[in-house]
């Protein structure tokens, strides 16, 4: 292929991850900028009772991802679980729409939608074992373009979302077109996902479900996950800071912070593809670790804007640094269980969970001691300390 579109593309397994894993980000763009909205205002949920909705079903997403992923490295396919957890999103945002109460609202963000939340390490392991025999840059190359097509749905779906029901009295619509997605995503699953591509990476070690979960949560495990969560909450950091920010100290307004942070996303995209062919050459932790201080250094800025155009200024800092923690983790993550795709892979829910805590705590304690702006400061040190961890881990292993 070209230069822009590497070699590893033309794999069927992985084409069809990469549209499959589209049609997945497509669900959560659809709705989540209008979550809170649905579940409070128009259903009428208390801000306690959502935020601990919300809490919930991201620690059942773990753990489901975890049983779902050892589930599929036992089967050694991954094929008959990205079914069923499509079936679960189908069901999780269909039953919103035909059924919108609270109640209903509530059963589905406990149960079938962290299920169907389960379908993202799922892919991603569909897709490590499509690249078994590939090299390592292959593998990074991959995962990045597999991980960039996330974000395109991001810089894409919302926007058609708000415009398709700009003139709508309810936003419940936003479930159904998510239903249809996910119906989409089975579609590209069952049609174009080639059946055996998961074979050759079946486990030869088969764990009970609560031996996978001791795994995860071993020391060795567990010390490099709270490296890559301290990098990742970040981001998770940023998602808070941001529309404060650009609506405080920086005097701007709302729809700022829309078009902030679609420039970003389009250029999380670009800069994906590019960290993958730097990583190719420098290696993939040394990569991580630029883009780990480039993020920091947007963040430390972030914390000095006063002007809105400061916070566009910063936009290409952003993308660049963003691009590089969104995907390299997802490598060094299945690599921390290299023989097992479907629980390596749940690694990656395990962080995302992990990285929101601690990003919720950071956001906490530098609220309290200091304003919004000292809050994105620490937030730089934050991931600075991540990739420190790393580093010592990394020079503790190679001893």
């Keep these: 292929m070209s230069r822009l579109f590497p070699d590893v593309f033309r794999n069927p397994a992985i084409r069809a991850c990469m549209i499959a894993i589209f049609t997945f980000g497509m669900a959560g763009a659809m709705t989540a900028p209008y979550r809170s909205i649905i579940g409070i205002r128009e259903l009428g949920l208390s801000d306690g009772l959502y935020s601990f909705l919300s809490f919930v079903s991201a620690a059942v997403n773990v753990v489901i991802s975890i049983l779902l992923g050892n589930l599929a490295d036992r089967l050694g396919e991954y094929r008959s679980t990205m079914i069923g957890a499509c079936v679960f999103g189908i069901v999780g945002y269909g039953m919103v729409y035909a059924f919108p109460t609270a109640a209903v609202f509530v059963i589905s963000g406990l149960l079938p939608l962290p299920i169907y939340g389960a379908l993202n390490s799922l892919l991603f392991a569909n897709a490590r074992a499509a690249m078994h025999g590939m090299s390592r840059s292959d593998m990074v190359t991959a995962n990045s373009g597999v991980r960039a097509m996330i974000s395109l749905s991001w810089v894409l779906i919302p926007g058609i979302t708000g415009l398709l029901l700009s003139g709508a009295s309810s936003m419940l619509p936003a479930y159904l077109f998510a239903a249809i997605s996910c119906l989409l995503c089975q579609g590209i699953i069952v049609f174009a996902l080639p059946r055996r591509a998961a074979t050759e990476m079946a486990a030869v070690h088969h764990l009970t479900y609560l031996g996978a979960l001791r795994q995860v949560v071993s020391p060795r495990i567990s010390a490099h996950i709270c490296g890559v969560a301290l990098i990742t909450s970040t981001l ?164």
């Design 236 to 399: 998770h950091l940023n998602d808070a800071l941001l529309p404060l920010i650009a609506t405080g100290a920086a005097h701007g307004r709302l729809s700022d912070v829309g078009i902030l942070v679609g420039i970003v996303a389009l250029l999380e995209v670009v800069f994906i593809i590019i960290w993958s062919r730097i990583a190719r050459k420098t290696g993939q932790m040394t990569a991580l670790a630029a883009g780990t201080i480039i993020y920091a250094v947007f963040l430390s800025l972030l914390g000095f804007a006063s002007e809105p155009w400061h916070l566009y200024a910063l936009t290409l800092l952003a993308g660049i640094g963003a691009a590089a923690i969104i995907s390299f983790p997802i490598t060094y993550l299945q690599d921390l269980i290299a023989d097992r795709p479907g629980l390596g892979s749940a690694l990656i829910s395990v962080n995302i969970f992990a990285s929101a805590g601690i990003g919720a705590l950071v956001f906490a304690a530098g609220t309290y001691v200091t304003g919004y702006s000292g809050t994105a400061i620490l937030s730089a040190v934050t991931g600075l300390s991540g990739i420190t961890l790393l580093g010592l881990l990394q020079k503790r292993s190679a001893h």
